[in-house]
Nanobody, 128 residues
Framework: QLKLVESGGGMVQPGGSLRLSCVAS????????IGWFRQAPGNEREGLTC????????YYANSVKGRFTISRDNAKNAVYLQMDNLQPEDTGVYYC?????????????????????WGQGVQVTVSA
């Protein structure tokens, strides 16, 4: 069975950076689409950025364009999220998710969570 393990969360000051990792075990990421979603307190889970492992096609939500970068390493079955210029509104639990047979823009636009294979989530706190 596919399992996703996330790491790299923590607390940073405004303007700081963090790099999150999502590593697959059990099966390969090959032919999957991978996304990073965030759930802030009191809010629904929202898609931030998604990538096709096969083609490298990416999608970014407007709120993170120019600050967050998703990258993939197919050989390591890993996806990374580089987060720069973090702000307090970026605080929340970050989840990676794997799915198949869906384009990255549609995947990141989903508001329900009853689909895909999700990681355990990592806390990111941005505070002075």
């Amino acid at each position: 069975q596919l399992k996703l393990v996330e790491s790299g969360g923590g607390m940073v000051q405004p303007g700081g950076s963090l790099r999150l990792s999502c590593v697959a075990s059990g099966v390969s990421f090959e032919y999957h689409q991978i996304g990073w979603f965030r759930q802030a307190p009191g809010n629904e889970r929202e898609g931030l950025t998604c990538v096709s492992m096969t083609y490298g096609r990416t999608y970014y939500a407007n709120s993170v364009k120019g600050r967050f970068t998703i990258s993939r390493d197919n050989a390591k079955n890993a996806v990374y999220l580089q987060m720069d210029n973090l702000q307090p509104e970026d605080t929340g639990v970050y989840y990676c998710v794997a799915h198949q047979g869906i384009t990255v823009d549609v995947m990141c636009g989903r508001r329900d969570t009853k689909w895909g294979t999700w990681g355990q989530g990592v806390q990111v706190t941005v505070s002075a």
